[in-house]
């Protein structure tokens, strides 16, 4: 197998790898495979093609990791992260091992990869428009993702160039309407969740308006999430805020799609969140197809 160059591979423990590797096969194949006998185990070669040009290849460690638990070996072509040229086919990785151990895995090896490969192809559009345009701030994902698929898609988020955001609700202290309703005021809930969190989590309050937002702020809030704002009146809630508490950190969300990401930047606003980086995104389709054997 070719080491894979990409940093955000080192960021998932091998243990992790093996554990959900033998929760999605045992998902698939939760006790005999008839199929099996068709095949036997004849070793046998496959080769790993992407059918949609101009992708990001995302999700190799666990597409190894379900090749590997059944006994078989992946050579990467493509690195992770790469992005996949302008043919209509590419060449990616091969895969060998014995027949009915590689078709075990096939089916969970490319529903892994053609999901985390389509999030981070969406993330680095996105990114490549924030660089574009010079903004300092971090396009992020959200908490919006698949149940039981949070780690791959919060990974490839990574692979992606974009930030993951927290990863749940023990990672960062995230205030929403809910939160603020029911324990009577933004002061209230904030002075509360600090008492739990202290010094070592972060507090971010999701706000219907700017005096929402400095009410939050005054309270002790690290990160003031601006909800639903129209770019323009984005624009003017996030200069007051950061003149006002310069060290404050303003996130906007809702309503942010790839086609209007561009009308929110802005030197005022650090973080721009998006649910359609999990929600909606499209695949990248990949297949596998076993090599006929050579007659001589």
Avoid at 78 to 88: H, S
Avoid at 123 to 133: E, G, H, I, K
Avoid at 164 to 175: A, I, K, N, P, T
Avoid at 258 to 267: D, G, W
């Amino acid at each position: 197998m070719t080491p894979s160059k990409h940093i955000a591979t080192h960021s998932v423990p091998p243990c992790t790898l093996t554990r959900l590797a033998r929760e999605w096969l045992a998902e698939d194949t939760p006790n005999f495979d008839p199929a099996g006998v068709c095949v036997g185990s004849q070793e046998v070669e496959a080769r790993l093609l992407c059918k949609s040009p101009c992708s990001v290849l995302g999700g190799s460690p666990f597409f190894t990791a379900v090749f590997t638990e059944v006994g078989c070996t992946v050579e990467w072509i493509c690195q992770e992260g790469a992005d996949i040229g302008p043919d209509a086919v590419t060449l990616s990785a091969v895969v060998r091992g014995p027949a009915r151990c590689l078709l075990l895995g096939e089916r969970p090896a490319l529903n892994c990869l053609a999901r985390a490969s389509g999030i981070a192809t969406r993330c680095s559009q996105l990114q490549r428009m924030a660089t574009a345009v010079g903004w300092h701030g971090q396009v992020a994902g959200t908490r919006k993702t698949t149940p039981g698929f949070r780690l791959v898609e919060k990974y490839a988020m990574l692979v992606g160039g974009v930030s993951m955001h927290r990863q749940d609700l023990s990672g960062m202290v995230m205030l929403k309407d809910n939160h603020v309703w029911a324990s009577g005021s933004i002061t209230q809930a904030v002075k509360a969740a600090r008492s739990v969190c202290g010094f070592s989590s972060k507090i971010e309050v999701e706000c219907r308006s700017r005096e929402e937002g400095s009410e939050a702020a005054r309270a002790g809030a690290d990160i003031v999430m601006l909800d639903n704002f129209q770019p323009q009146e984005l624009h003017i809630a996030a200069r007051i805020l950061k003149e006002e508490f310069p060290t404050l950190l303003i996130e906007a969300s809702g309503g942010v799609t790839p086609e209007n990401l561009v009308t929110y930047f802005s030197p005022h606003v650090d973080i721009i969140s998006l649910g359609c980086i999990t929600q909606g995104c499209p695949v990248v389709d990949f297949s596998l197809k076993v090599q006929k054997p050579v007659v001589e």
